[in-house]
């Protein structure tokens, strides 16, 4: 099983780099992940990243990216609920590459 | 059906649910088809009759200790409405043939978009009969 080493302690991933137990998460997991994509994590993208959690402790999915759009919408302003502010901040897919940093699986629906 | 789907055709079509949630993988896989198939744009519902009515159950309770020891999903029923699926038809004998009534189920919602988010009951309660009229107007049902 393919791991990745967070500042010494070696975390279980499946091969396609999505944590293999939700419990095993932490904001360095996270960090780390952004770092190995390039990726700085402003306070923008941790809006997003617990925004997936706390929609998967409530309903247990990941929410599909056309769910996730409207919901940030409404919660974060108008001007935060379309893809293009999405991608803006994870270039490889809010779906796929924030649920990645936020410990979750890949959402239910993407290929 | 993908030819059609490209060409903006809005079929009526419903999810029909007879089977237990646990036990078999009947439920949770009806549940995977619906989230996946939202993204079509259908005009889709979703009917609970016969031991299908036992997955929309209020305080289930899945642990080890309860005897089935799986991951308990019916919190995703909750996400159907931001998944604009928002009929959930609850046929109202198969509640009663097992001691059940309404007031036993999740309390599952909708925000109304139309009517500035306001929250509506997604659960339809109907008879037999009722179902039978409602099923025979689908275009496509699936039976899980």
Same mark, same amino acid.
């Given at each position: 099983m393919p791991t990745i080493n967070v500042k010494g302690s070696d975390v279980a991933v499946d091969e396609e780099g999505?944590?293999?137990?939700?419990?095993?998460?932490n904001e360095d997991i996270a960090a780390h992940m952004a770092d190995e994509d390039d990726l700085e994590l402003t306070s923008e993208h941790w809006d997003i990243i617990n925004f997936l959690r706390e929609y998967y402790d409530e309903y247990q999915i990941a929410p599909a990216v056309r769910v996730l759009t409207k919901a940030v919408g409404k919660k974060f302003g108008k001007e935060k609920g379309n893809s293009k502010y999405l991608y803006a901040l994870f270039p490889y897919g809010p779906g796929k590459q924030a649920c990645r940093f936020a410990g979750l699986p890949k959402p239910t629906g993407c290929i | 059906m993908s030819e059609e789907l490209q060409e903006g055709v809005v079929k009526k079509m419903m999810y029909l649910n007879r089977k237990?949630?646990? %036990?078999?993988?009947y439920a949770l896989e009806s549940l995977e088809v619906v989230l996946i198939g939202a993204a079509f744009d259908q005009d889709v519902s979703l009917a609970f009759v016969d031991d299908g009515v036992?997955?929309?159950?209020? %305080?289930q309770n899945t642990t080890k200790d309860s005897g089935i020891g799986m991951k308990d999903f019916s919190p995703t029923y909750k996400a159907l409405g931001d998944y604009d699926i928002t009929k959930l038809y609850v046929e109202k004998e198969s509640l009663e043939e097992r %001691?059940?009534?309404?007031?036993?189920?999740?309390?599952l919602v909708y925000e109304d978009e139309d009517d500035d988010w306001a929250e509506k009951p997604s659960i339809i309660l109907v008879s037999r009969e009722e179902l039978a009229d409602v099923m025979d107007e689908q275009e496509v049902v699936f039976s899980f």
């Open positions: 999505y944590l293999e137990d939700l419990g095993d998460w | 237990a949630p646990y %036990g078999t993988v036992y997955q929309i159950l209020n %305080g %001691g059940l009534s309404a007031d036993d189920l999740m309390d």
